[in-house]
């Protein structure tokens, strides 16, 4: 039988173990949510600034995210990782992005946790296939990685490649209590979902303004103007159309070193099978009638 949330989620803590930006950020949204929080870090200081920051954000944060909540949780400061973790359903690590303390700090995890706790990196960089090395029950690991909760209220979920699918689903179920919006992160990606969009925009930003094309003050605008309308990428090249757009990316990859072959072989795979957008009446998406 796969994992199943304990019947008394609702009366358990969980840990945050880091009081950094993120980690601060994440122990606000888990309380706002009614969820008891305990913070846990090396350096005292950090410790109290994070309890200090997340309680003061409590309110502000339930009405950001949109929660219907009525509670509240607690947010407490705990020097000692043993206690901190002591009944906690739910342990989210946010330690600096460094692969040897990441991987220390889940071996300790992987001992210290209740039995039936989800271990979970918020790490942005390091998927934890790569910090399982001292964990035994490498089923209960995986990444929750949190954008920058309340003004971006994604998290991506990836498995550590053993994670057991049912503790996806839980976490999926689970954590739009919060305001949260959950995606799963299919496969293991470096920079997840998001990040990995985000860097080939800020890549190319970049290169507009070193080439000389644009001022920044340009691309912003621009950027501005087109994202407006609020169509996401997968909508609009269905309302291009395929062909329209897989012609730009030949154009593209013929005058341009290095544009990798994938995105054009998925296209050709949509276009031989009739999908070609909006027009044919269907594309990536089958709703156009």
Known sequence: ????????????????????????????????????????????????????????????????????????????????????????????????????????????????????????????????????????????????HFQSPPEHNAVELMSCGRTDPAVVDALMAWLPRYGLVPFRVRRESDGFIFNRIWAAIKRECLMVVEEGVAAPEDVDLMWQLFTRPGTPPFRLMDVVGLDVVLAIEEHY?????????????????????GRLGRKSGSGFYDDYG
């Open 253 to 273: 990859a013929a005058v341009r070193e290095g544009i990798p072959e994938g995105p054009r072989r998925l296209l050709r795979e949509h276009i031989d099978q």
């Open 1 to 144: 039988m796969g994992y199943v949330l304990p019947e008394d989620v609702d009366r358990r803590p969980v840990a945050v173990v880091g009081a950094g930006t993120l980690g601060r950020r994440i122990a606000a949204v888990l309380a706002a949510g009614g969820t008891d929080v305990r913070i846990t870090d090396t350096s005292a200081e950090q410790r109290e600034s994070a309890r200090e920051h997340a309680v003061a954000a409590i309110e502000d944060v339930h009405r950001a995210m949109g929660m219907d909540s009525t509670g509240r949780g607690t947010v407490a400061a705990v020097a000692e990782l043993e206690e901190a973790l002591a009944g906690a359903w739910l342990v989210v690590e946010a330690v600096p992005e460094r692969l040897d303390v990441k991987t220390a700090v889940f071996g300790r995890l992987d001992r210290l946790a209740e039995p039936d706790a989800v271990l979970a990196s918020n790490s942005s960089s390091i998927p934890t296939s790569q910090v399982i090395g001292e964990v035994t029950r490498p089923e209960r690991v995986l990444n929750t």
